[in-house]
């Protein structure tokens, strides 16, 4: 049976990580206004909005091991208070290295979600982990909760009270999170590991493999939602603002379609979900990564020419389909720590969402670098297909020949329990 108060403990982190997201995206919004202001080039453009990723990212391993230690609920309600000082003095910066450096301090945001995920799970019995790991990781929806808030703001009174409206914000959701969180369940095993012992665990292979595949599942689709508003605008020549509503087809899904992923491996298996999103995923990403192509057939009377593009519509739909795919993947990762690490999952999430979110840091800029070699627009597909394919394998080597990519049968289960 689930605990007493986890509905309520599941909202109530849910809403906060939502929160976290956003702002852990507010650069990628406001930056635009202070690039104009400040005069920077693409690249410290650039290293203005990936500063906030990179500390989340880093920061998550440390934080994950303290969540072991110390609670999620404390940790998380010094997370919301702490950060939403420097969230604030970000709207009296007024120097390139002003914003970065309290872009790292209010970066630590990023890495609430290696504190919310063992929180919420222990609140639950391991059937239905998956669903609760997977409804807290809904709160990526942030992201395009951003796109949408900030930008409202910056038009009305100007970039410089997002930051103050999203401090409040962080403060009045600690205080949310205060009434409706409760305290963290007992460990199973009733003891106080130290922290060498908490770290032991990452000498398990497995847990290299998880971050191999939320490099790509969540590295994949951070990176992607950074990228998609200026793909439609420089490949089929939208407006921003239609190019960011059509990239939204691929960020909400992303986040809101991760309980259903959830629930799938709680239902199905975590190896049986994974196994068909990275399929899905790669055939996704093969149509998607096939570059506009002008064909020319020479016949016996005159030339004939064909033209091969995906249209907006049918390209569209396709992202839609990898957002799907990547929500669910996101999902079943984390049900696998669950299932395999109930008494680390703090450490173990807080590595593999390290992993997750330095593949979303380091992702754009080998797209743009990629872009810079081979002039192909599509070529950011390309490199995350091959990506794709390597995860492919590495699930084929160690879990498939051992087991069904559908999950054990009936007479499996009885023939285990007998």
Known sequence: ??????TSVLLVSTWAFTVCFAVWMMFGVVGIPIRAKLGLDGTQFGLLTATPVLTGAICRLPLGAWTDRFGGRRIMLLLLLGCSVPVWLSSYATALWQFLLLGLALGLVGASFAVGTPY??????????GFAMGFFGAGTVGAALNMFVAPAIIDTYGWELVPKIYA???VATAGLFWIFSAPDPARSDGKQQSIMQQLAVLREP???????????????FTALSIWMPQYFKTEYGFSIAQASLLAACFSLPGGVFRALGGWLSDRFGAHAVTWWVLWVAAICLFLLSYPKTDLTVHTVREPLSFEIALPYWFFTALLFLLGFAFACGM???FKYIADDFPDNMGIVSGVVGMAGGLGGFLLPIMFGAILDWLGVNSSCFMLLYGIVLVSLTLNYITEVRRASPLGPTTTTKDAMQA
């Open 1 to 6: 049976m689930a605990r007493s108060g986890s």
């Open 206 to 220: 497995r847990v290299w493999k998880y971050c191999q595949y939320y490099s790509i599942v969540f590295g994949g």
């Open 168 to 170: 409040v914000a962080l």
């Open 120 to 129: 919420v799970a222990r609140f639950f019995p391991k059937e239905r982990r």
């Open 331 to 333: 999902a079943s990762t």
